[in-house]
């Protein structure tokens, strides 16, 4: 007995330091009045090995930092001498991790069934798939591709039947981006309950098909899960360096290696060897282009963004106007559930310059008119930690906002 309780002792240790702890790392707010403080804030984040959260845009604009407690007073004492506020709003961000993660395995506990009140794990999710599949004549689902380490990359059609334009919806392609996936399932869910029973939905089945990708990352989902809570790219070892991951949305061929990329196999937004090497994007590219799409959405959180392309150039696409009309219908719809606020313009401008994404990729080359990236909840009060109670009014505003976009074009 003695020794079988040594052994899972050992194990449990092994399976410890094996897991990314961030007890004592503190999630807080910046925010730098000039243009200088601006650039003090991304040199403080490489110095002192601080997580953004989000970028620094510009004067006026705050910055989310998650900040190891071996930096903070440093980091506190050099932003207060420069005139730069900081705000403390997640004191423990281990503690947070720790009590969402035993609330999900109380609530597991207590039932069984799939449900939107909580997140849910890659194997989960892919067993709603299969339940949808089998309960639901609407649904069909296919292996868009097969990730490094062996896991399906999985979409569901949903469809009234007849031979129609896509509505396309990714979510999840950023790991640690919880709410999205979560969003997907929403999605998901209204289309097959509501067709035949709620107008909106049944119209937008009667017109379109639906192809939607609920973990365009599913290794580094799970990797969230078993390792990491924070990790945002995807699984694939770089042996050589002891670095793991490229960042899918960095991987397209939208001026590829461009601006908001890394060359750096270690940094959070590696655009991988070359175009499309990931088997993240290859799923995304080769499910897309073999159909007719009207409109393409890729879905992230957080900062309450509702972007259009570009993200590589501060130029515009020559439908910008177009683009830009129906998003902000989009946003109205949106904002009336819940009261919830978006930015909205094309990415360059609302958050930052980005090469290599899906969605400049959806437009440049896949040639569809009507192509968005929607940054949910919230603004920086949970990040990426947004509680489970949020699942369903995000979801509730989201579909909303896109059900008035894509009537917009009708």
């Known amino acids: 007995m ?29 925010l730098p009045h000039t243009q200088v ?41 050099t932003m207060n001498r420069n005139g730069i506020s900081v705000t403390v709003k997640i004191d423990d961000v281990q503690a947070v991790i720790d009590q969402q993660m035993e609330e999900h395995r109380a609530r597991k506990s207590a039932s069984r069934a799939f449900d939107h009140t909580q997140y849910h794990t890659l194997e989960e999710i892919y067993s709603l798939l299969d339940e949808v599949e089998a309960g639901s004549s609407l649904v069909t689902t296919y292996t868009a591709g097969t990730t490094y380490e062996g896991r399906d990359i999985r979409v569901a059609k949903v469809s009234a039947g007849g031979t129609k334009q896509t509505i396309w919806v990714d979510c999840g392609i950023h790991a640690r981006e919880w709410v999205s996936p979560a969003t997907c399932q929403y999605m998901l869910d209204q289309l097959t309950s509501g067709y035949g029973s709620d107008s909106e939905v049944t119209a937008l089945l009667d017109t379109y098909d639906f192809h939607i990708m609920p973990v365009a990352n599913p290794d580094g989902y799970e990797y969230t899960w078993t390792a990491d809570r924070l990790w945002r790219k995807n699984r694939v070892p770089y042996g050589n360096l002891g670095c793991h991951g490229t960042d899918p949305n960095r991987n ?17 937004t590696y655009h991988g060897p070359y175009a499309f090497s990931e ?59 819940h009261g919830t606020q978006y930015e909205y313009g094309n990415i360059a401008d609302v958050i930052y310059m980005a090469a290599g994404g899906s969605t400049d990729w ?41 059900i008035a976009a894509i009537n917009a074009v009708n």
């Open 37 to 77: 403080g601006v650039d003090l804030v991304n040199t403080l984040v490489n110095t002192h090995h601080v997580q953004e959260w989000t970028h620094a845009r510009g004067p006026g604009v705050p910055v989310d930092l998650l900040v190891p407690p071996r930096s903070f007073e440093a980091l506190v004492s």
């Open 279 to 337: 088997k993240e994007s290859q799923a995304i590219r080769d499910s897309v282009i073999a159909l007719d799409v009207k409109m393409f959405w890729t879905i992230h959180a957080y900062s309450q963004l509702w972007m259009t392309p570009y993200g590589y150039t501060h130029d515009l696409p020559l439908n910008y106007d177009e683009q830009y009309r129906v998003a902000g219908i989009g946003e109205a719809a949106l904002e009336a559930v």
């Open 252 to 268: 397209f061929d939208s001026d590829f290696g461009g601006p908001g990329t890394s060359d750096s196999p270690c940094a959070s």
């Open 2 to 30: 003695r020794a079988t309780v040594l052994l899972l002792l050992g194990l449990a240790a092994l399976a410890s330091a094996d897991t990314t702890s961030y007890h004592g790392h503190r999630l807080v707010s910046v």
């Open 362 to 402: 959806a437009y440049d080359t896949a040639g569809i008119q009507y192509t968005y990236a929607l940054e949910m909840r919230d603004t920086g009060t949970y990040g990426f930690l947004l509680p489970a109670e949020q699942i369903i009014p995000t979801g509730e505003e989201t579909w909303a906002g896109m």
